[in-house]
Structure formats: structure tokens, C-alpha cells
């Protein structure tokens, strides 16, 4: 699920820059870190804050709100192939 936000993410925009990504896929990353920093409460996001996670995820709404609560928990989506950035603990015993 949040690799569809990561994969929809770079498939935004043609052009990129030194680092990979084009503008429009950095706006879009921007916007959500920003979103994701104003809580974990779905309801309190404003209709353009949804609607911005919903167009992520297909429109579906649903999902949306389950990446959108997996982001808030977990700190940041994994990288494409690896494990999640961020604030994840360590497997027990680590």
C-alpha cells in the first residue's frame, strides 16, 4: 500500500533533477510529509489534505486512510524494495 504511494509519486512528472526526481514528485513528497506531521487523526485533515491522499491511492478512500495512519505510526514509507525509514523500532531482541 505505501509502495503504491511511492511508485505514483515517481511516476509523476518527465523531467528530473540530479537526484532523480522531477519537481512535481518532490512537490508531492513535500505536501505529504507535511500532512503527515499534522497528526494521526484522519478526521481532523482538512478535505484537500484527503482528497490530495486519496488521489494517491487510486481514490480510494479506504486506503488512503490506512496508508495515511501507517505513515503517522511508522515515520515515513520504505523505500521501494527495503525496509521503512524513520522512527521504526528494532525487531525484538535486536
Known amino acids: ?27 508531492s513528497g ?25 488521489s494517491t491511492q487510486g481514490g480510494d478512500e479506504a486506503k488512503a486512510q490506512q496508508m495515511y495512519q501507517m505513515m503517522t505510526h511508522r515515520g515515513s514509507p520504505p523505500a521501494p524494495g527495503g525496509a521503512a525509514t524513520g522512527n521504526t523500532p528494532a525487531p525484538p531482541g535486536k
Open 1 to 27: 500500500m505505501i509502495a503504491a504511494v511511492v511508485l505514483a509519486l515517481a511516476g509523476a512528472g518527465c523531467s528530473n533533477s540530479g537526484d532523480g526526481l522531477s519537481s512535481q514528485q518532490k512537490e
Open 30 to 54: 513535500d505536501r505529504m510529509a507535511q500532512i503527515v506531521k499534522k497528526g494521526h487523526d484522519w478526521n481532523s485533515l482538512s478535505q484537500d489534505d484527503k482528497q490530495f491522499i486519496i
